[in-house]
């Protein structure tokens, strides 16, 4: 099974999914979208596929969104999707795209059922565990 995640190294969820990815017994194509972000057309396809609006994906803690005004509802779709492309850190994460679907793994958890490998007993960074499908 091919899995890919839309990765920051920075951010714990995205490396407690990527540890969860790999405890599946899976070594997944890891996409470091601040280094390579995807085109606007792959993060429309991306959305659409997880099936969410396009603001449900902006992220807002620790990004320039405030300082740019996008919690004003007046930016459409398209708009938002330009402030993403420009500022990539606006890019929610980590997303994770298996054949069982796309997803927006926030709580990183989220990833177990698009896995097709149980992840068993995880341990997260913070201490928390987690009981994936054995």
Known sequence: MTVTIYHNPDCGTSRNTLAMIRQSGVDPIIVEYLKTPPSREKLKELIAAMGIPTRALLREKGTPCKELG?????????????????????????????????????????????????????????????????
């Open 70 to 134: 996008l919690d004003d509802p007046k930016w459409s779709d398209d708009e938002l999707l330009d402030f993403m492309m420009a500022h990539p850190i606006l890019i929610n994460r980590p997303i994770v795209v298996t054949l069982k679907g796309v997803r927006l793994c926030r709580p990183s958890e989220a990833v177990i059922d698009l896995l097709e490998n149980p992840v068993g007993r995880f341990v997260k960074e913070d201490g928390e565990v987690v009981e994936g499908r054995r």
